[in-house]
């Protein structure tokens, strides 16, 4: 198992920044941490679940949505089990609950995700 848990949501005007993490812990199958690629996600209400932003198990590629390309940041720390997305130059269009998720695929399909923590809300506003 793998538990994930989100953090540093909160509400923000156009134009600023936050840092979501999320920390990892369990028995991840008997797999060790960097098994495992890490992404993040967001959702609206009524509106299916988007891939943010992932991340391979050494760390060494990244993969980002076309619409935050160039403004979020996706990092790992293997050491302390935490997978970090770092948001800049925020939009209304950013708010939604986002999610960080655990796979042993380096993929942007959900289905390939099998671990998903409980969410943060992220709500840009003036």
């Known amino acids: 198992q793998v538990q994930l848990v989100e953090s540093g949501g909160g509400s923000v005007q156009p134009g600023g920044s936050l840092r979501l993490s999320c920390t990892a812990s369990?028995?991840?199958?008997?797999?060790?941490?960097?098994?495992?690629?890490l992404s993040w996600w967001r959702q609206d209400p009524g509106k299916a679940r988007e891939f943010v932003a992932a991340?391979?198990?050494?760390?060494?590629?990244?993969y980002y949505a076309d619409s935050v390309k160039g403004r979020f940041t996706i990092s790992r720390d293997n050491a302390l089990h935490t997978v970090d997305l770092e948001m800049d130059n925020l939009e209304p269009e950013d708010t939604a609950v986002y999610y960080c998720a655990a796979g042993p695929a380096f993929t942007r399909r959900p289905d390939l995700y099998g671990f998903w923590g409980q969410g943060t809300q992220v709500t840009v506003s003036s």
């Open positions: 369990g028995s991840f199958d008997g797999h060790s941490f960097d098994y495992y690629a």
């Open positions: 991340a391979s198990g050494g760390g060494g590629l990244t």
